[in-house]
């Protein structure tokens, strides 16, 4: 579905900061880059499903920059747990994740 011309986004700094304080698990001292994050939500999805074929839900490092950039706000469920999981987080508040005003009417 198309923006509203007049959508105000805006980013999504809680997201990247969590990423941020997350270390790399192939370049040590650095930070978790958006593809190692996608790489381990992907990982998370099918750990923490084993029994449903999720492969459509997997992510890549662009949407988790849509995520951080504030384009996307309110991913699916599944995706929203596997994000928790990786970032050690227990509340989709937490890393700024909402549904906008306009999705809940």
Avoid: F
Wanted: net charge positive; charged share 30%.
């Amino acid at each position: 579905m198309p923006r509203h011309p007049d959508a105000v986004i805006t980013p999504n700094t809680l997201l990247r900061d969590a990423r941020l304080r997350t270390p790399s698990p192939l370049r040590t001292g650095q930070s978790m880059s958006r593809p190692e994050l996608a790489d381990a939500v992907n990982t998370a999805i099918d750990q923490l499903y084993p029994r449903r074929d999720l492969t459509t839900q997997y992510v890549d490092g662009r949407w988790i920059g849509k995520l951080e950039r504030g384009e996307h706000r309110w991913p699916s469920d599944e995706r929203r747990t596997a994000v928790r999981h990786v970032l050690h987080t227990t509340t989709d508040t937490e890393l700024g994740l909402y549904i906008r005003a306009s999705m809940q009417a």
